[in-house]
């Protein structure tokens, strides 16, 4: 195979279990984001957007729509001969397989698929970040610096650096110092879960981390640290754009408002870096004589007739007349009902919500409910019906296991 | 239907469309807000599972390539079978060839003869439709047809001339055929869509081009009446017809009325396009949008009722369209004020300006203009 200066990996096998629901029966880089995108166009537009053209995805849990979507990569003009989109799920070797256990050791497990490519140097992704990222020049200070390993860094805020892989770096940029989740952090600088290694350097690393029993196997608990105290040279790449881990329901949701804001951070419409995605040709939207639509995002396919407030509806959906959705994110081919009401919720994919019922209403004084969500949202699942008679109190995850029985007071 | 082979013509007529066709061929028209008219007929035919499909080209094509490219949008970029483009027989010293579907089949005659298919769909793009041709050719074979003749009888057709009429007996059997009748003798309509077996296909091209006739239908088609079983099959979708200004117009104005939008766009399939990967239409606060058909890639801070907007066009705040089509990516200053107007690809409208048409005739600006 042709040799490449350079290979992605991007890893796609998380459950995303902090998503609930929304990610029962689909990988979290697979959740629908934005109108008409997966969590995962970002980052494989990133990679075709920064030019480059070998991407292994490593898949393993509930691959099916991944795999289905991911395709050839004809999407993300991906589908090219002696490199494109690969997906790697775990496989059976000589000497037997396994799951994946960490993200080294995912990678570990496709030595021989990087190999192939011959390549100077390997790029490691998260398929679960929002975010337009030129990897090209990330690669670029990699080469200036003369550096191992370079990790890109974006500033938190100093209260969430306990959720974050934290640098602490010197005035060259150089890594003096990384701590995972501290409680006591030396630097807001968080990594982003996107690391490029010399290829030579990080396979010695994986076989050395992978004889290591004790190793959890994983580039920021053992990987990144061992290379450090090794005195390998690592240095820290600071990136001050919009960028978001949308691992969680409100992150999801926030993620989602951040798009429909007058003037926001990350543009979608930006035709010299364009977010790919899969799509059918759906017909434009049909907005009708009655619809009254402000400050929201909308796709192909949709048919509104009713109220659309502070939200982003994915492809696909219809909203009949006299329905309103307000700060809510609709995910693709669902239907509201004629008056039915949604509000701060988020509403998985071909969900029926019958006319009349009311998604996120306040709770009835008094009333006795099981609060999922302490934020207020409200997460319906995906392909269920919410009857007409129904009123679901905000912040309620319903999923339709715990279908059947409806409390009294649900029933308006 | 892997028997079945398509064959699509853009010699109709664009005489009526003015400037929408000065650049380009019928097929490459832009429809619906992110469509070319070509996309129905193409689709249709994917839809119905027909995996060799033949374009006759004619001239100004240049943005009709640009559009289909490999076809690989319908599926068509196969390894056996797939699309084909078969240009018309062109010489540099005359015209003579051009627009006429006879003399460019008997052109591309290796194709009809090497295509292993044994019937052929031969159709215009004239007609904006989404119909199954799986059942019109079902019907062609039960009736035993030398061929089929799809048409529509809603009666609006026959409102936008040129039109075909044919007139059908019991038994569906086509007896008369009338090019513009001054007299209604029929409200069925043609479609310009015919089902053949290829051999008679190649046999009326051999014959009438040898002839130097031009037209299948009326010159090789029509004359065989009384000789050949030819059937009328009904196709009762709806259908709107890309002829002139005014067809054109009111037939995209039929769209913003969801069952026509319903019907046209999802009942036997989805229609396909060339796909720009635009982010999702952005209302900002304070637009105000009503029967409207919005592409992605637009972004809309004013006014929009009645009109279509193509992809990437953006309305800034004070902006006002009324009963217009607007196609891609058109820059409109602040305050423009625009009313039954169309404006085509890539027009500039500077700060302030007020267009208006008339409900029957639409003012067009063309292409590239800047007012």
């Known amino acids: ?412 | 239907m892997r028997d079945l082979l398509g064959i699509i013509d853009l010699s109709e007529p664009t005489e009526g469309l003015g400037e929408l066709t000065l650049h380009r061929t019928l097929g490459a028209v832009p429809f619906g807000g992110r469509y070319r008219v070509i996309d129905f007929t193409l689709s249709n035919m994917v839809n119905a599972g027909i995996r060799n499909v033949g374009i006759l080209l004619n001239d100004r094509f240049g943005p009709l390539l640009d559009h289909i490219k490999d076809g690989k949008e319908w599926d068509l970029n196969r390894q056996r079978d797939g699309m084909f483009l078969l240009p018309a027989p062109l010489r540099t010293d005359s015209s003579e060839g051009l627009n006429s579907n006879l003399s460019n089949l008997r052109h591309n005659r290796s194709y009809l003869e090497k295509s292993r298919q044994e019937y052929a769909l031969f159709s215009g793009c004239s007609m904006v439709t989404n119909l199954d041709y799986r059942v019109a050719f079902a019907y062609h074979l039960e009736k035993d047809a030398d061929i089929t003749v799809i048409y529509n009888q809603d009666g609006k057709l026959a409102s936008h001339p040129p039109y075909t009429a044919v007139v059908t007996d019991g038994e569906g059997r086509i007896t008369d055929i009338a090019l513009n009748p001054r007299e209604c003798t029929s409200r069925k309509v043609s479609l310009n869509m015919f089902i053949m077996r290829k051999d008679l296909l190649i046999t009326l091209v051999d014959y009438y081009s040898a002839r130097q006739k031009r037209d299948l239908f009326t010159d090789a088609i029509m004359p065989r009446l009384d000789e050949l079983k030819i059937f009328g099959y009904e196709h009762r979708g709806y259908v709107g017809v890309i002829n002139s200004l005014k067809s054109y117009y009111q037939h995209s104005m039929d769209l913003l009325k969801p069952e026509v939008w319903r019907d046209l766009f999802f009942s036997h399939g989805l229609i396909n396009t060339k796909v720009k990967h635009e982010a999702p239409v952005r209302y900002l606060e304070g637009s105000r949008v009503q029967d409207s058909l919005i592409a992605t890639g637009c972004t809309i801070e004013g006014t929009v009722e009645n009109s279509i907007l193509f992809r990437g066009v953006e309305v800034g705040p004070g902006v006002t369209i009324k009963d217009s089509i607007i196609m891609q990516k058109a820059k409109l200053g602040p305050g423009v004020s625009l009313r039954n107007v169309i404006l085509d690809k890539d027009v500039t409208i500077s700060a302030g300006k007020s267009l208006a048409g008339d409900p029957s005739f639409p003012m067009v600006i063309a292409k590239s203009s800047e007012v």
């Open chain 1, 1 to 412: 195979m042709q040799k490449k200066e350079l290979v992605a990996m991007l890893l796609a096998g998380g459950q995303g279990s902090r998503l609930g629901i929304l990610t029962k029966k689909l990988a979290k880089p697979a959740v629908p984001f934005g109108g008409k995108y997966r969590i995962i166009d970002f980052t494989l537009s990133n990679c075709s957007n920064s030019g480059i053209d070998s991407v292994g995805v490593l898949t393993q849990y509930q691959p099916l729509t991944l795999n289905a979507y991911i395709g050839i990569g004809s999407a993300w003009d991906l589908d090219r001969s002696g490199g494109g989109v690969s997906v790697l799920p775990p496989y059976v070797k000589d000497q037997g397989g396994e799951w994946y256990k960490g993200t080294a050791n995912a990678v570990y497990q496709n030595i021989d698929f990087i190999a192939q490519h011959d390549p100077e140097y390997v790029l490691i992704l998260s398929g679960d970040h929002i975010y337009k990222m030129d990897y090209s020049k990330m690669l670029s200070y990699h080469k200036s610096k003369g550096a191992a390993g370079t990790i890109a860094v974006i500033p938190v805020p100093w209260e969430e650096t306990h959720r974050f892989g934290v640098m602490k770096a010197d005035e060259q940029g150089r890594i003096v110092e990384f701590q995972e989740k501290p409680k006591v952090a030396k630097s807001n600088l968080a990594s982003m879960g996107v690391y490029i290694f010399n290829w030579k350097e990080l396979r010695s690393y994986l076989e050395a981390d992978e004889a290591d029993p004790k190793s959890s196997n994983d580039f920021g608990k053992n990987i990144i640290p061992k290379m450090l105290r090794a005195g390998e040279p690592l240095y820290a790449y600071a990136f001050r754009e919009y960028w978001k881990d949308v691992g969680t329901v409100d992150s999801l949701w926030e993620a989602n408002m951040d798009l429909i804001k007058k003037d926001p951070d990350l543009k979608l419409n930006d035709s010299k870096w364009k977010i790919f995605s899969l799509n059918h040709t759906y017909p434009p939207q049909l907005v009708g004589p009655l619809a009254d639509v402000q400050g929201s995002l909308l796709s192909d396919g949709c048919l509104v007739l009713g109220r659309v407030h502070h939200s982003v509806i994915f492809t696909g959906t219809q909203i009949e007349e006299g329905a309103e959705v307000t700060d809510s994110v609709i995910m693709p081919g669902v239907k509201i009902g004629k008056g039915a009401l949604v509000h701060k919720a988020i509403i998985g994919e071909n969900t029926i919500v019958e006319a009349g019922a009311k998604i996120g209403v306040p709770a009835r004084p008094g009333e006795k409910v099981e609060i999922s969500n302490e934020n207020g949202i409200t997460v319906i699942e995906d392909n269920v019906c919410v009857p007409g008679t129904m009123r679901i109190v905000e912040g309620t995850v319903l999923s339709v296991a715990e279908w059947p029985e409806f409390p009294e007071e649900w029933i308006s």
